[in-house]
């Protein structure tokens, strides 16, 4: 059955495009008089509107807001344990790429020339407060050396999303990236995570360099579903940018799950709002509509 959001709004219910408008201004109104969900997180953390990508060429989603659905379980303050749970984020790559590099620059706004390897895994948990509700997303840091490599896997599971990184001045860890996946992705369901592809150390290359890095990245991104980025953690370039795509996608996700586990049957979102329910007619006709699904 395939259901348009728009087709589904009643009286009172607008269409996807004024209600992501008439959300934000409700949003605003709610916020004021509700009071906080979480302890405060620093600005930087607030996502209020949908990040963009980095590069169209290689994106996941070329959506520009919330889906309409979540902008109106997150007013309502119906999200689920959304606002409890952590998400998972795994990076991998090769030794020395950058992996520990980006994410200390992203959690401490640090960058330090002589890391010591990462020893086995590592992780960090990031707050984040996504349209009006915490979120934290769990940031691991597995080792690059091939001695650790049993042990990481261990690590992988539970994914919602893998960063799989690589030097833009070394190709050979491009090329290398498509291994790290494949172990990431054999400890998870298939579809399940969402992948991106990182080139690090941005500040080295000049423009032309990196634009020709890109290219192969791109494409390569393209042939592994992942969408893909450039960022430097020595200058910080596309750091915040990059996890606040990261933090926002998996959110929303969750949140869609949330909603799905509720009303018992599966929501299969694409870039528009068009909603696809799966699941036997009385399922999903029958059952009570949950608070959070139906007239926006
Ligand atoms: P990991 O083994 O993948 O965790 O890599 P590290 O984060 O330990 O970084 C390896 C080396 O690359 C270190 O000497 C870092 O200082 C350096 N490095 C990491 N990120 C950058 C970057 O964005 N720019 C530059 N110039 N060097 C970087
Ligand atoms: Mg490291």
């Not at 706004?109 to 349209?131: C, L, M, P, Q, S």
Request: net charge neutral.
């Amino acid at each position: 059955m395939v259901i348009s959001a728009a087709n589904r709004a009643g009286p009172g219910c607008a269409e996807p495009e004024s209600s992501a408008a008439a959300a934000a201004k409700l949003s605003g109104r709610m916020r004021a008089s509700l009071p906080p969900l979480g302890p405060p997180v620093s600005r930087d953390r607030i996502i209020a509107s949908f990040p963009k990508w980095y590069t169209p060429a290689a994106c996941l989603q070329l959506k520009e807001h919330f889906h309409g659905q979540v902008n109106a379980a997150c007013q309502r303050r119906n999200t689920g344990t959304v606002g409890l749970s952590l998400s998972k984020a795994v990076v991998v790559g090769d030794l020395h790429v950058g992996k520990t590099s980006l994410i200390h620059r992203f959690c401490k706004n640090v960058f330090d020339h002589d890391y010591k390897a990462t020893i086995g895994v590592d992780f960090e948990i990031e707050r984040f407060e996504i349209a009006g509700i915490p979120y934290s997303l769990q940031i691991w840091d597995t080792a690059g050396q091939e001695k650790f490599k049993c042990i990481a896997s261990a690590y992988y599971r539970g994914a919602q999303v893998i960063i799989t990184a690589f030097d833009l001045t070394d190709v050979q860890t491009l090329e290398h990236t498509r291994r790290w996946l494949e172990d990431a992705l054999r400890e998870n369901e298939p579809g399940s995570c969402f992948i991106f592809l990182v080139g690090t150390k941005k500040d080295l290359l000049s423009r032309a360099a990196c634009e020709q890095a890109e290219g192969e990245a791109v494409h390569l991104a393209n042939e592994l579903q992942a969408e893909y980025w450039s960022v430097s953690a020595k200058t910080g370039e596309n750091v915040t940018a990059f996890f606040s795509r990261v933090a926002a996608l998996a959110f929303e996700q969750s949140v869609l799950q949330a909603l799905e586990r509720r009303s018992g049957c599966r929501l299969l979102i694409g870039d528009g709002d068009l909603i696809r329910m799966e699941g036997s007619p009385s399922e999903t006709q029958g059952s009570e509509r949950p608070s959070g699904l139906g007239c926006c």
